[in-house]
């Protein structure tokens, strides 16, 4: 949830990026870190695991007002994918405000996919967090590969709930995509927030993420 230090006059949020092993998720986390001015973010960390890793770190956009002269910043995580860390994941998913659910294109890795999305939920469950009340935005990585699984198909196996979610095609390693799937989720967060403040919509101009 967010958290608001009235000492700096910040509004956190936490978004976290989950999917599959190898999928694209550190990559996404990497070239953010890259492209954001180093004025505005903190150092990139990494808690590693003997085959995985969390990464960490958080930043400032320019520009972005929450409410009454409050800056947004934003934490982003890695979770890390394979099916041992699961208590990290859910250790990392607690408190959080919006996700992103990076999945691997490639048509081998549709099992995979469908693995991680539904470990997920119970981790969500586990934290007694519902996802129908969270923000979250499908990113369909790796397009740029050789043997992807056609969008509509990839729709069909994990964004088919009552509920659908926007999503984006993209090539983290190029950097397709990785900033307006970024900026989806947290223009969404950031309404919400003003929606539950009980302001009125003019009162928050949130700007695009940009490098």
């Known amino acids: 949830m967010a958290v608001v230090n009235h000492d700096t006059k910040e509004v956190s949020f936490k978004l976290v ?10 990559t996404n986390l990497q070239y953010i870190h890259h492209r954001i001015d180093g004025s505005q973010r903190g150092d990139l960390v990494s808690l590693a695991t003997s085959s995985d890793r969390t990464l960490f770190f958080d930043f400032l956009p320019i520009q972005t007002v929450v409410i009454n ?49 539904r470990s997920m939920e119970r981790n ?36 088919n709930g009552p509920r659908r979610f926007p999503f984006y095609e993209s090539s983290a390693s190029a950097g397709t995509n ?19 403040a009980a302001r009125p919509p003019s009162a928050v101009k949130p700007e695009a993420v940009t490098a």
């Open 17 to 26: 990026y989950c999917g599959t092993p190898m999928g694209g998720k550190t």
């Open 69 to 117: 002269g409050y800056r947004t910043r934003f934490m982003l995580y890695t979770v890390p994918g394979q099916v041992h860390y699961n208590a990290t994941r859910q250790m990392v998913l607690k408190g959080v405000d919006g996700i992103i659910f990076v999945a691997d294109s490639q048509l081998d890795r549709m099992e995979e996919n469908l693995t991680a999305w």
């Open 124 to 159: 969500l469950e586990d934290n007694r967090t519902s996802l129908s009340s969270l923000p979250v935005v499908f990113q369909y990585n790796k397009r740029d590969l050789e043997k992807t699984a056609p969008v509509q198909y990839m729709e069909y196996v994990l964004n």
């Open 178 to 196: 990785v900033f307006a799937t970024l900026n989806a989720l947290a223009q969404e967060i950031l309404q919400r927030f003003h929606r539950a």
